[in-house]
């Protein structure tokens, strides 16, 4: 009987990938891009609960909006730091830089709706002007 449960025990590429819904393929391409170095069992890959939790700090710092370069660099502070303060702080650095771009570009997107929305009102206009002056097409007779 196995007590352990799936976070503390290796596991393979199909599982992983599974578990956090990529393809092997994703996975292969972080441990070329050495984000993940799972240990081989002849052909096989084993993965143990540091790569499980180095994939989920990749996933999450994508979906966040953080390059893989920026991910790599948080992530490896934890080889470095143990009291994770320098990564604290660096995370914290990427954040105010993330967050300040994303209102930059809520500022832009926002900004683009208005010149939408004007240019579309006088398209309107200009439309409803013309479908009053043209002549009406009679039923014949």
Known sequence: MNSVGPKTETCGIAELARE????TRTIRFYEDQGLITPRRAGQRRVYAPRDRVR???IMRGKRLGFSLDEIREIIDLYDVDPTERTQLRLLLGKIAERR???TRQQRDIDSLLGELETLEERCSGLLEAKEERAPKVGTGG
């Not at 956090?20 to 393809?23: E, G, K, N, S």
């Open 20 to 23: 956090f819904d990529v393809t």
């Open 100 to 102: 300040a771009a994303l």
């Open 55 to 57: 994939l989920k700090l």
